[in-house]
């Protein structure tokens, strides 16, 4: 996954498509549970606008046959 934060302050999100995927879901160190709105992608990109300033780590998961 690759990241590159915006003059705006936004993050945009990169990452490599799964053969098979249907969906990706992200996911951020703030939320563990996943990042909202950010479930059932079926884009391989994301764009982030983080309310404050700091460090974030961000992954991602692939549904492949219905299992994440």
Same mark, same amino acid.
């Given at each position: #996954?690759? %990241?590159?934060?915006?003059?705006?302050? @936004?993050?945009? $999100?990169? /990452?490599?498509?799964?053969? %098979? &995927?249907?969906?990706?879901?992200?996911?951020?160190? *703030?939320?563990? @549970?996943?990042?909202?709105? &950010?479930? &059932? $992608?079926?884009?391989?990109? @994301?764009? +982030?606008?983080?309310?404050? #300033? +700091?460090?974030?780590?961000? /992954?991602?998961? &692939? $549904?492949?046959?219905?299992? *994440?």
């Amino acid at each position: #996954m690759a %990241g590159v934060v915006q003059p705006d302050n @936004s993050i945009v $999100l990169t /990452w490599s498509g799964v053969v %098979g &995927a249907t969906s990706y879901k992200l996911y951020e160190t *703030e939320s563990p @549970s996943g990042v909202s709105g &950010a479930t &059932a $992608l079926t884009t391989t990109t @994301s764009t +982030r606008n983080p309310s404050t #300033m +700091r460090n974030y780590q961000y /992954w991602v998961t &692939a $549904l492949v046959s219905g299992t *994440e």
